[in-house]
């Protein structure tokens, strides 16, 4: 059964970095496709990156270009989300996810399109 485990949620004040990470196991052929997505109180989940496994291409939110990187560490099975000059409106529980299934570049921001989940981390940015 595939796991994912979110880590490194918690409080910054704005203009802070925090790094998420996501551990993936119990697979035997790799996710095409990782992504990060987060959920404010309230609002509908909605994507921040993605990275396309294969070729490592990236893919992110306007709100967050500039600001976050997201990468991979094969060897370590983990995903990263590397979040600067975080602003209050970043607030959220930030969600790991995996999809296996060919991967459509136009809709990595769609939740639709990913097979697995994680039990996601919170991030608080205080003004």
């Known amino acids: 059964q595939v796991q994912l485990v979110e880590t490194g949620g918690g409080s910054v004040q704005a203009g802070g970095s925090l790094r998420v990470s996501c551990a993936a196991s119990?697979?035997?052929?790799?996710?095409?496709?990782m992504g990060w997505f987060r959920q404010a109180p309230g609002k509908e989940r909605e994507g921040v990156a993605a990275?396309?496994?294969?070729?490592?291409?990236?893919y992110y939110a306007d709100s967050v270009k500039g600001r976050f990187t997201i990468s991979q560490d094969n060897a370590k099975s983990t995903v990263y989300l590397q979040m600067n000059n975080l602003k209050p409106v970043d607030t959220a529980m930030y969600y790991c996810?995996?999809?296996?299934?060919?991967?459509?570049?136009?809709?990595?921001?769609?939740?639709?399109?990913?097979?697995?989940w994680g039990q996601g981390t919170q991030v608080t940015v205080s003004s």
């Open positions: 996810a995996a999809s296996f299934t060919p991967f459509r570049p136009s809709r990595w921001g769609n939740d639709h399109e990913y097979d697995y």
């Open positions: 119990g697979y035997r052929d790799s996710p095409r496709c």
């Open positions: 990275i396309y496994t294969r070729s490592n291409t990236t």
